[in-house]
């Protein structure tokens, strides 16, 4: 078969229907068209690397900008631990200008005694790969200033890749001011308990939600009582004398609700031992929600017995008679008073004894009234020989006393005591005077009426009324004798 083509047949490519010149043109054109995507392609990835690049200077420099104005010391190091980045801060903390320091080992920022352990430490951080970590947890760190100065920081590192050869970086905080505050804070505190304890005082603070009372001082420890034992306000006031307990509750009412901001109150606390002891407490809200219910309430309690004590001696001082020192009249009808009180609440009988001295005025007449006097004395000092501790006597004025007995069950025990009285004021009385070498012998004895609680009268003023009837029986029947209120009563008589 004869292969050779005959003139004027058009070439054709081995695809069907293509000629070969068309197929050259198709493949370069596909040649091109992939040329023009790889060229786009690499284009494309040199603009994204240089938009990178660029975008990591910006990060880079912003970041630069933050380290250089960041108020904190940021100390940067490599994989031997040399410092490669220390910004202003660090410099103005340390003193060393960066120039100096970049280079140098980390430990000439620690003094010689941390540096070995401190090197262990950030070694054995880059080695776990951890991102970051607070160093010296537990407690400060010690910086070391170029001139030679300790001072305490805080510090947290953290592994770095955003510059060639950083391999970590520290932020250093120092704390010498807050540790300063820390100090005196705690001095404060201190001075603050040693004052509690000297004056006798507390602080405390109410959370009114959960009713919790936190204390700073000896409150608890004043009355016998551990902290634990009164945690809540509800303990306080289960303490509280009944005489106050209405006004202190109703205090705390007023101020959580609204009623006043603040108040001060005088009251008495039982302590462990049974005993009352008087407190004064101050209040103040100290918050409020926005309803304007408190939400807290501080104050401070300042124990003042012995205040409360000194002013009851010098009230019973101003009560008592300046001769004698029994009660005078005032302070023996409020002991009278006390004493018929507790007799209410049992079936007791009590007993008051009006006392008035026979032949009294002759003896202050004839020998004045120094004589007189001392024969006042004696007679107060016998009378209160004559009583148990539990009964009251005290002068009225003049040559008049009262006696009150106790818890009497039967007549003749107030008969009994009356007797004994007479017996011993009836004894004579030695009185030295400057004008005599040996004491005057006196004598003088009593006259007593005596009046029943509750036979004849439940309060005081009427039972001295009707003994001090008595007594004028008693004083007409004749010296040293005594006499009942009524004749009906069935108890014998001296005279």
């Not at 919790?212 to 945690?231: F, I, K, N, S």
């Not at 009660?327 to 009808?333: G, I, K, Q």
């Not at 439940?458 to 004749?478: H, V, W």
Request: charged content about 30%.
């Amino acid at each position: 078969m004869n292969s050779r083509r005959k003139v004027g047949d058009v070439e054709r490519s081995p695809v069907a229907g293509v000629s070969r010149a068309s197929h050259e043109t198709l493949r370069q054109r596909l040649m091109r068209s992939v040329a023009a995507k790889r060229s786009a392609r690499r284009q494309a990835e040199i603009a994204a690397r240089r938009r990178a690049e660029a975008m990591l200077a910006e990060c880079r420099q912003r970041l630069a900008g933050i380290v250089d104005s960041a108020m904190d010391a940021i100390v940067g190091i490599d994989n031997e631990q040399r410092i490669v980045l220390f910004n202003p801060a660090a410099e103005e903390m340390f003193g060393y200008p960066a120039q100096r320091i970049l280079g140098r080992p980390l430990g000439a920022l620690i003094p010689c005694a941390f540096r070995a352990m401190h090197a262990e430490h950030v070694d054995e951080f880059l080695a776990t790969g951890a991102t970051a970590r607070r160093m010296g947890a537990l407690q400060a760190l010690t910086g070391l200033r170029a001139n030679g100065e300790e001072f305490p920081i805080e510090a947290s590192i953290s592994q770095s890749g955003l510059a060639e050869g950083l391999m970590a970086t520290a932020i250093v905080r120092d704390i010498t001011a807050r540790k300063a505050v820390e100090r005196a804070l705690l001095e404060s505190e201190q001075r603050l308990a040693l004052a509690l304890e000297a004056g006798g005082s507390a602080v405390w603070e109410l959370d009114v939600a959960s009713g919790v009372v936190h204390t700073q001082g000896q409150l608890a420890e004043m009355l016998g009582y551990r902290a634990e034992e009164l945690a809540t306000l509800d303990d306080w006031l289960a303490l509280v004398h009944r005489e106050e307990q209405e006004y202190v509750a109703g205090a705390f009412r007023e101020m959580i609700g609204g009623g006043r901001e603040r108040d001060r109150f005088e009251l008495r606390l039982r302590a462990r031992d049974g005993s009352w002891r008087w407190l004064l407490s101050q209040a103040i809200v100290a918050a409020r929600d926005a309803g304007g219910r408190a939400t807290r309430i501080v104050g401070a309690t300042t124990d003042i017995g012995d205040r409360k004590h000194a002013e009851e001696m010098m009230r019973q001082n101003a009560l008592r008679d300046p001769l004698t020192e029994l009660p005078n009249r005032a302070l023996t009808l409020e002991f009278c008073e006390r004493l018929l009180a507790g007799s209410r609440l049992g079936t007791a009988r009590s007993a008051v004894l009006f006392i008035d001295l026979d032949r009294f005025k002759p003896i202050n007449d004839s020998y004045g009234h120094r004589v007189g006097d001392a024969v006042l004395k004696e007679v107060a000092a016998r009378l209160r020989g004559c009583v148990r501790r539990e009964d009251v006597v005290g002068r009225l004025g003049g040559d008049e006393f009262l006696a009150v007995l106790a818890d009497i069950a039967l007549p003749e025990e107030a008969a009994q005591g009356a007797a004994h009285i007479l017996d011993s004021l009836s004894e004579p009385y030695l009185v030295a005077t400057p004008l005599a070498d040996t004491p005057l012998e006196l004598r003088t004895s009593p006259s007593i009426g005596i009046s029943l609680y509750p036979d004849h009268g439940e309060d005081i003023e009427s039972l001295i009324e009707r003994a001090d009837l008595a007594m004028y029986r008693a004083k007409a029947a004749g010296a040293g004798t005594f006499r009942f209120y009524a004749d009906e009563v069935p108890v014998a008589s001296r005279g």
